[in-house]
């Protein structure tokens, strides 16, 4: 409650001082208030994926719950714009019913802290004063965006953007989304997570931006300190253990229009190396591949989304094939990825656990009237490795998926949205049902029917 009191003493200090000093003050919120409508698979929504979950089951664990998620934050610009300072909580989410959690002395590595009432931003940003062209330094906890699909979350680190000629934009960045502090003089200099980022924008036409980009993501902790690398479910760069590791991701990603007609991608390929205290030295070599192909129709928009996450085909050997994403909030699928509720999930990733995704998704957006918008999609969803079921035998089928939704504008700044899928699981779905039920062959589909009410301002 420290943080509120501290947030409510800003604004309370704001109001009485604002007209006086030379600063520009807002104060903005994201109240957000979710509700797990049904499901049948409760156990698959437990957390978020912490840990390898096999817990399918054929007998139905129905469960319904509420949620809230709540951020504030606050920002003091002076006057001419050229200094700005932002802190933000957030709150929750706190489920309706549940206790929450507090702590102190953390809160600097991936994410945000993680309490009840977390610091979720917390940054000066300030223009270099030597130039008149844009060249802006963020420093502190901030949001970070090389890809949406690679690293897009908050994290700690110091940030520059500026324009290197109009319109070519330049982004660098130093994080740190792992400290490990020095106790002894065997402790290496370079074991914390670092990241050196480097992304280049720029418009090809008028309707045709692109980006590249280049991040290297590295740690080097002392052989003592150094854990096993687990290879079927460190598939992000945030859960690898304490291993030593360089990785280096180029990219690119863009957007197009034609007429009626447009294409979203982004390609990423990866390389590097990871050694644990197993004395295994493993080479990393991933990629990643997605596109949305739509058309506007008048009121209706029919966008076909597809992708590729490279997946390991063999967790024994000396490769790394899986694609690494870093701090990512995927969404395409409403059953196994985030949806409403999304702090309760099977995966945030574009892969299902080391093993990649291949997804296919035809989805119809109609806006019925200014303030209806309702839609459904169809995928169909594979890894792009085996899975190994029960007898040995292997599938990369996960099933297909339909969903739909309903968005309606209560108010100018709320709506009321819900919406829900349906799974109808295919064989390798079999891996993650309970140990009694492992056939070879799907027992369990998923039903997932959330909604909320959202309040921006």
Do not use: C
Not at 55 to 66: K, R, T, V, Y
Not at 198 to 225: E, H, N
Not at 226 to 254: C, I, M, P
Not at 393 to 410: H, R
């Amino acid at each position: 409650m420290k943080k509120l009191a501290f947030l409510v003493g800003v604004m309370l200090a704001l109001g009485f001082a604002g007209s006086a000093s030379a600063a520009k003050f807002e104060f903005h919120g994201d109240l957000n208030n979710r509700f797990m409508l049904y499901t049948d698979q409760a156990p698959l929504y437990s957390t978020v994926e912490t840990a390898l979950r096999r817990n399918l089951s054929q007998d139905e664990i129905e469960e319904a719950w509420g949620d809230i998620k709540y951020r504030l934050w606050v920002s003091a610009a002076s006057d001419d714009g050229k200094v700005k300072g932002v802190y933000a909580i957030e709150l929750g989410a706190l489920r309706f019913g549940r206790a929450g959690s507090e702590g102190r002395s953390v809160g600097g590595s991936f994410s945000g802290d993680g309490l009840n009432i977390e610091t979720r931003w917390a940054y000066t940003d300030f223009q270099l004063p030597w130039t008149e062209q844009k060249a802006r330094v963020t420093i502190g906890l901030q949001p970070v965006n090389v890809n949406p699909y690679f690293w897009s979350e908050s994290a700690m680190g110091v940030q520059f953007k500026g324009a290197i000629v109009e319109p070519v934009n330049l982004t660098l960045g130093w994080l740190r989304g792992v400290e490990d502090f020095n106790t002894s003089t065997d402790d290496d200099l370079f074991a914390d997570l670092d990241a050196l980022t480097a992304r280049v924008d720029f418009k090809v036409t008028k309707d045709i931006p692109v980006g590249l980009f280049a991040v290297y993501q590295g740690r080097s902790p002392t052989a003592s300190k150094r854990q096993a690398y687990t290879d079927l479910t460190e598939y992000q760069v945030k859960t690898l253990s304490n291993v030593d590791f360089d990785l280096y991701t180029f990219g690119t990603d863009g957007k197009a229009n034609f007429g009626i007609a447009f294409l979203n991608w982004d390609l990423m390929y990866q390389l590097g190396s990871l050694n644990d205290n197993n004395a295994r030295d493993l080479d990393i070599n991933a990629y990643f591949v997605h596109a949305d192909l739509g058309v506007n129709l008048g009121a209706a928009r029919i966008t076909y989304t597809g992708w590729y996450s490279s997946g390991d085909d063999n967790d024994s050997d000396n490769d790394i094939k899986n694609y690494l994403s870093t701090d990512i909030d995927m969404t395409a699928s409403r059953v196994l990825m985030e949806s409403y509720t999304d702090d309760q999930y099977f995966t945030e990733s574009t892969s299902i656990l080391n093993k990649g995704l291949f997804l296919n998704k035809l989805a119809l957006d109609f806006k019925a009237t200014k303030k209806l918008t309702v839609g459904a999609a169809v995928l169909y969803l594979q890894t792009a490795e085996n899975l190994t079921l029960a007898g040995g035998t292997t599938s990369k089928n996960l099933g297909t998926e339909i969903d739909a939704y309903l968005s309606y504008q209560l108010f100018p700044n709320t709506k009321l949205e819900i919406g829900g899928g349906y799974l109808i699981a295919d064989d390798a779905m079999d891996f993650f049902e309970v140990a009694s039920q492992r056939n070879g062959s799907a027992d369990a589909d998923i039903l997932r029917i959330d909604s909320r009410i959202r309040y921006t301002f």
